[in-house]
């Protein structure tokens, strides 16, 4: 439901030419940071929604998001 797309301990991946649409949360995500070589090409990611408002005072916030 929070992601798309996830390339966990994997190298040499492709992910291509997929459509996400109406999702919550990440759309590409690379678990671990030790996956080397994949590639992710022209994917598209539209109606992106927030998993939750952005926590802290108001200068802490992410500039245009919405208040829930």
Known sequence: MFRCYVI???????VLRNTAYNVTGNCYYIEDGVE???YLMFNLAAKVH?????????DWSQAGAPSY
């Open 50 to 58: 927030w998993i939750k408002s952005p926590s802290g005072p108001p």
């Open 8 to 14: 966990h301990a994997t190298n040499y991946a492709r």
């Open 36 to 38: 080397e070589n994949n």
